[in-house]
């Protein structure tokens, strides 16, 4: 029995990619946002801001960035943008030039700022008895993404979130103990961490995913092996996205 | 009457920097550790963990790097660390290189790791009626935070969060109409956005600050010019540090 509603909803968190082909009623896409609204922002700046993708073609393209199909059938897809444009335009209108003030600290702000929105509504998403899935995959091709959603100077996409009603019904994952992710004070590397990670690969093949046909998983140790084997280098540019879009990480 | 307990909680959603010095119940503590753990993680690879700083002189050597006095007395201060040294550890344990696949990708899927698990830990947080405040002032100086935990290569922090029993009760702080903020399919540009929000700004000023010894702040929009009259350079190099950190950002 979990402390809070809140938390017995949390440690039963589940991704739901099939979700069902309906609108979500109006008051619950307005109460979202305003979930959005109150989250934390830095220094109360609220520098993240976001774009909901109603038009099924668009969904259908951001689903071929995200090379995810089930993306351009989301009954509700946002996608979470680091927004400094808004406040450089304030400062604009006001005789300022701000060039070299959009700068490292102000896009991890608005970086924050826009992950921060994303969980605080997945919560809300979830304590509805909703559910959905976080899409970092739209980072795969940013350039594509800029483009789509028309996103000017001083922006950057962050993550998604596409939600709705679950039509499925996945397992919990299995999670490896927090003794490995949590240290007091400093922190500890663990001696062998493959061999310590025995019990939490063995209990990670017993699972289900039902991405791939309903067949068991790989264990974790073995799911990260292949993850350093695949190139992920078609991120790698994204800095430099950021930097053309008018974030500036010099260093002088 | 929100649709929802979660929800109830995160529209009242305020920053408790005064917390009551006392310890929490260890099952609190427990608790949200498993809440940290079910957060949603990019494919399943767990790449953020948590320094759970108790020791009181540490709490104070952090307290002067976030130049905030009330978190050298904060009752649970966390930080939340991207940590790729894990899954690095795996692969070289089984022979594998990853210098150079320790890259821009998987440095962002740590960092939103680590900043989805402050939201969801801080809503676990409200839920059982406690309070906090998120520390992104951890980041001005990067280079400490590293020394002070002891943070190995492939590890960076992302933002600490300080909760416990409020010990205050600040006024909900206005935030500005979503209107500004959700676009439908594509970025819109407000068209004079510093008149757009005057209603806004002056809501602002109605609002008292706890901090500011109970006096009236700023606009919105003033808050947002001295924000761009300082100087935030101290965080221009944390790219850097990040690379310092083992992490490969070129692009070749």
New interface residues.
């Given amino acids: 029995m979990?402390?809070?509603?809140?938390?017995e909803?949390?440690?039963?968190?589940r991704?739901y990619r099939e979700l069902v082909d309906e609108p979500l009623d109006p008051?619950?896409i307005h109460?979202l946002?305003?979930?959005?609204?109150?989250?934390?922002?830095?220094?109360?700046?609220?520098q993240?801001?976001?774009?909901?993708?109603?038009?099924p073609e668009?969904k259908k393209e951001i689903a071929k960035v995200s090379n995810q199909e089930y993306v351009g059938r989301s009954p509700e897809l946002w996608i979470f943008?680091v927004?400094i444009?808004?406040?450089a335009?304030?400062?604009e209108?006001?005789g300022?030039s701000?060039d070299k003030?959009i700068?490292?600290?102000?896009f991890?702000?608005g970086?924050?700022d826009a992950?921060?929105m994303?969980?605080?509504v997945?919560?809300?998403v979830?304590?509805?008895g909703l559910g959905g899935v976080?899409l970092?995959s739209i980072?795969n091709d940013v350039d594509r993404i800029i483009e789509?959603?028309?996103?000017?100077k001083y922006?950057y996409p962050?993550?998604g979130l596409s939600f709705g009603k679950p039509n499925q019904n996945p397992q919990l994952?299995p999670?490896?103990?927090?003794k490995?992710?949590?240290?007091?004070?400093?922190?500890k590397?663990?001696d062998?961490?493959?061999e310590a990670?025995a019990d939490y690969d063995e209990v990670m093949t017993q699972y289900y995913d039902l991405r791939d046909a309903n067949r068991r998983v790989d264990s974790?140790?073995q799911?990260?092996?292949t993850?350093?084997?695949e190139d992920?280098?078609?991120?790698?540019?994204?800095?430099?996205i950021a930097k053309a879009q008018g974030f500036n990480?010099?260093?002088?």
Avoid: C, W
């Avoid at 993240?48 to 038009?55: E, G, Q």
């Avoid at 992920?232 to 430099?240: D, I, P």
């Avoid at 990480?249 to 002088?252: N, S």
């Fill in positions: 979990a402390l809070s509603k809140t938390i909803h949390q440690l039963n968190h991704t008051q619950i109460e946002l305003e979930v959005a609204r109150q989250t934390a922002t830095s220094t109360g700046k609220q993240a801001s976001i774009i909901r993708v109603t038009d668009l943008i927004d444009a808004r406040n335009q304030i400062a209108e006001h300022m701000v003030a700068n490292t600290s102000r991890f702000a970086y924050a992950v921060l994303v969980q605080n997945y919560n809300a979830e304590s509805l976080i970092a980072l789509l959603l028309q996103l000017p922006t962050a993550l994952k999670r490896m103990d927090m490995f992710r949590v240290f007091e004070n400093s922190y590397t663990i062998k961490i493959s990670l974790f140790t799911q990260v092996l993850s350093f084997e992920s280098s078609k991120r790698q540019r994204n800095l430099e990480f010099d260093v002088e």
